[in-house]
């Protein structure tokens, strides 16, 4: 692979938008399910995923359409979440916590996707020649 290839000039961020997005579904289930009885909140340790999916995509070199890819598979890492208040009724979200969760998530997949929007405005600029 070339020094200016595609992959090097975008970094971690294509990787980072993934497990943001799958981090946004499973806070957004947290919060739906905010009144179900027993229901037990779910989040996963975003930087050990991010550490896992780099290591993962910087080791595997795809030349055969029989290679695995390097895909996000949150459901085998998600953790439960220890509540500071657990309810009578056995549920563990609680609704205020998983909302900045949500905020937080949402606001650093924006980062990225700015980043990236910069990156592709860099690299268009580079082949146009200005």
């Known amino acids: 692979m070339s020094a200016l290839g595609f992959k090097n000039s975008l970094g971690i961020h294509p990787q980072t938008m ?5 981090r946004a579904e499973v806070l957004a289930n947290n919060l739906a399910n905010s009144d179900t ?3 037990k909140a779910r989040d996963f340790d975003f930087q050990a995923m991010l550490d896992s999916e780099s290591r993962r ?4 070199n ?3 359409e029989k290679h ?4 996000v ?4 890492d998600l953790l439960f ?6 309810s009578i009724d056995g549920n563990t979200v609680d609704s205020q916590m998983e909302q900045s969760f949500y905020t937080e998530n949402a606001l650093r997949y924006n980062s990225s ?6 990156k592709f405005k860099g690299l268009k600029n580079a082949i146009s020649g200005q």
Request: aromatic fraction near 12%; charged fraction near 15%.
């Open 18 to 22: 993934q497990l943001r997005a799958a």
């Open 37 to 39: 009885p027993n229901f």
């Open 57 to 60: 995509s910087l080791e595997m």
């Open 62 to 64: 795809v030349t055969s």
């Open 68 to 71: 695995q890819r390097g895909t």
């Open 73 to 76: 598979d949150t459901e085998s």
């Open 81 to 86: 979440r220890n509540p500071y208040q657990p």
């Open 113 to 118: 996707f700015q980043f990236l929007n910069g």
